[in-house]
């Protein structure tokens, strides 16, 4: 699951652009595209028909469009590729006194698979032709006049009118997309659809083929992308109502409309997927060999479950793939969060890990039954994204069905729902015992805090315990004690593996006051060192 850029690519790439302006409301077609190019004729286009295109699709042969691209374009390195700019005169919508200007990515590099582009105003879609007159192509050794003409794009990036300079969302590569909350800070991505994440065989990556803006009105804050997705075993059709971060909002909405149509049956259907990178942190030291105290996007995957449990589970880099199902029916909500926003965790000043936004999804109606997957993917530094976590159907789609979706993603700091229980705010590990006692065996502890109001309002006479469960290997030396530098309660206790199994242990933990839980679960996963690696010290 190597990550489709590299992290600090989309903030490097293409400066501010511009077009000639499509006129009010009797749009001229040959004024709007002074400055672009377009190719054929407009066509009557709205979601209804983008669907009817991806059910017609379902039903021919997929067609791969790989090795396509002139080698010139294909071989392009890092540098040479980065050297190619958008030119600003090309951005669509920039003249319109819009809210919004959409600039292009070219192809090169880890982007091979062309994909077309089309503006959408008064019902109607006309494409976009490549020109190689949008682009400065730099030091990167190609030259115009030798590019075809019906080359195509590799996707394209969103302006809002706060900001000229920075997007507020990106769609590149496969179909991945990224965007910021009002920190403005790229970070983990979202992709359209996930096949076979995490199996034994090749994963597939669909593509998103096509992409459709649509004109947004004058002073609205919110605009449309709609997008075809072809892969090996399905098609479908998605629709995006984008609503960037402003004023006192300080996420970005994302509400999304799907309709999949399966060329044939798919084992591991992933919905609303998002994918994220983690190397080391507080809980997790096995690949923490960088002067950085934690470099990781997400540090933990938050589910607010159908019979209303929160349930918080730390994201680890495992020696080896981990794969998680967890069983649910009509999920609220659930995503990647970087909760740690502590820049004095990271210590880096370059690429602001504690900035990085949260990605939340909610349904917006009811998902049925099926479960919340994570898979965790061995990773030995921070260029690759090496955890996703998706919604799994147990109703596996069959061939010849319309399958309809809906839901929303939420891009910024905290997650739009909050659980009125204590929280986790942190997770520590490292070796167990007793401290000032010969240690007779190997042993791990664990040090989780928690915080929230209901922690902070406890008086000094609240019978606060932990609740521990593991599906093997013994707890011993719990506590529960308030923690006043978090306003809430540290839970400590240490699990002794009681056999050799290198097997993970899945370990649960809340808090309660009397019968009463005051915080949400805290759920891991510990994989134990091999026998000869358990040295009590």
């Known amino acids: 699951m190597q990550r489709p850029e590299r992290r600090h690519f989309l903030r490097t790439l293409g400066r501010g652009a511009a077009l000639a302006t499509a006129g009010g409301l009797g749009l001229n077609w040959t004024q709007a595209f002074a400055a672009l190019k377009p190719l054929g004729a407009a066509q009557a286009f709205d979601f209804a028909t983008l669907k009817g295109q991806a ?6 042969p997929y067609v791969s469009h790989e090795g396509e691209l002139p080698a010139s374009v294909s071989q392009l390195d890092w540098d040479q590729y980065q050297s190619i700019q958008f030119r600003p005169d090309h951005a669509l919508w920039a003249d319109e006194k819009l809210r919004f200007q959409a600039k292009f990515f070219h192809l090169g590099l880890f982007f091979k698979k062309p994909v077309h582009l089309f503006s959408v105003a008064e019902g109607r879609a006309q494409e976009l032709a490549y020109d190689p007159a949008m682009f400065d192509y730099g030091k990167s050794g190609l030259k115009a006049g030798d590019l075809p003409a019906n080359l195509g794009f590799a996707g394209f990036r969103l302006n809002f009118h706060t900001d000229p300079v920075r997007d507020v969302a990106a769609f590149l590569g496969a179909s991945y997309f990224r965007a910021v909350g009002s920190e403005w800070q790229y970070g983990l991505s979202a992709r359209g659809l996930a096949i076979d994440t995490g199996m034994e ?39 995006f109502a984008i609503t960037p971060a402003e004023g006192g909002n300080d996420l970005q909405v994302m509400d999304i409309d799907a309709a999949l149509y399966p060329r044939k049956a798919i084992e591991r259907l992933g919905i609303a997927p998002c994918t994220s990178m983690f190397q080391h942190g507080e809980n997790d030291h096995r690949m923490a060999n960088d002067w950085r105290p934690e470099i990781h996007d997400s ?40 909760r740690d926003r502590n820049f004095d965790h990271y210590q880096d000043d370059g690429v602001f890990y504690e900035r990085r936004p949260s990605l939340w999804v909610e349904p917006k109606a009811g998902w049925g039954k099926g479960s919340i997957q994570l898979v965790e993917i061995p990773t030995i530094d921070e260029t690759f994204d090496n955890v996703v976590t998706f919604w799994h159907p147990e109703r596996k789609p069959q061939p010849g069905e319309e399958w309809l979706l809906g839901y929303r993603l939420f891009w910024g700091a905290q997650p739009p729902a909050q659980s009125a229980l204590g929280r986790c705010v942190a997770t520590r590990t490292g070796l167990g015992g007793v401290v000032g006692q010969p240690r007779k065996y190997f042993s791990w502890r664990f040090a989780v805090d928690f915080a929230g109001e209901v922690l902070a309002r406890l008086g000094p006479d609240a019978q606060v315990e932990p609740v521990i469960t593991a599906s093997r290997g013994k707890i011993e030396i719990t506590s529960a004690r308030p923690l006043a530098s978090v306003k809430g309660y540290r839970a400590m206790f240490d699990i002794r593996p009681e056999d050799e199994s290198t097997e993970p242990i899945t370990i649960r933990l809340f808090l309660r006051n009397g019968k009463e839980p005051i915080t949400e679960t805290w759920l891991y996963q510990w994989v134990p060192p091999a026998a000869a690696e358990r040295k009590p010290y």
């Open 55 to 60: 059910r017609a699709l379902a039903d021919k």
């Open 201 to 239: 065989r090749p994963e597939e990556f669909p593509d998103f083929t096509a992409f459709y803006l649509e004109r947004p009105a004058p002073g609205s804050s919110t605009v449309v992308v709609m997008a075809l997705l072809d892969s090996p075993s399905i098609t479908g059709a998605y629709r």
């Open 299 to 338: 540090d933990g995957l938050a589910m607010w479950r159908g019979n209303g449990e929160w349930v918080w589970r730390p994201i680890t880099n495992p020696p080896t793939l981990q794969f998680n199902a967890f069983a649910d029916e009509n999920p609220r909500g659930f995503g990647l969060l970087q």
